[in-house]
């Protein structure tokens, strides 16, 4: 029996999705251990990291961005689908379509602003929490929306050519 080979694009792609993977499974036991540690020092010994509540704040941030990403992998994203719970079998691909692209577009325009807000808070030089900047914090916003805006244009892409 023959091995069956991937394309090389098919291997990236394998590749991206283990690297988004290993950041939500990363963010996800940094928030966890961070939230223990704080509960852990609180109750111990009456002291906390200063930051700790921040960063796990941040943290919930970039975990919804990151699962956002991931959820967005096979348009298993959440969606308001009552229309198409009224239209016949053979419209739905269509108004699939036309969901497809209002969501890219949707995406594409929060992540132009979001790119705009993260310019401002580059160029405020305000400070998050431990000497980090905030527009650390919040680069992870427009990364999220644009992932998110281009698989729903690949999505549009490949079910109107199929």
């Not at 644009?146 to 729903?152: A, D, N, P, S």
Request: aromatic letters at 12%; charged letters at 15%.
């Amino acid at each position: 029996m023959e091995k069956i080979q991937k394309k090389p694009l098919e291997k990236i792609i394998m590749i991206l999705y283990w690297i988004e993977d290993s950041i939500l499974v990363s963010l996800l036991l940094v928030m966890i251990l961070m939230a223990v540690s704080q509960i852990f020092l609180r109750n111990i010994f009456e002291t906390g990291i200063i930051w700790g509540d921040v960063l796990v704040r941040i943290l919930v941030l970039w975990i919804g961005m990151a699962g956002a990403m991931i959820a967005s992998r096979n348009g298993n994203h959440i969606r308001i689908d009552i229309i198409t719970r009224f239209v016949p079998g053979r419209f739905k691909k269509y108004l699939n379509s036309i969901i497809e692209l209002f969501t890219c577009i949707i995406c594409s325009l929060t992540a132009w602003h979001s790119i705009r807000f993260v310019i401002m808070e580059y160029n405020d030089n305000t400070i998050a929490f431990a000497g980090i900047p905030s527009w650390v914090c919040t680069i992870i916003i427009p990364i999220a929306f644009l992932v998110i805006g281009i698989r729903y244009f690949i999505l549009f892409y490949s079910s109107i050519r199929h």
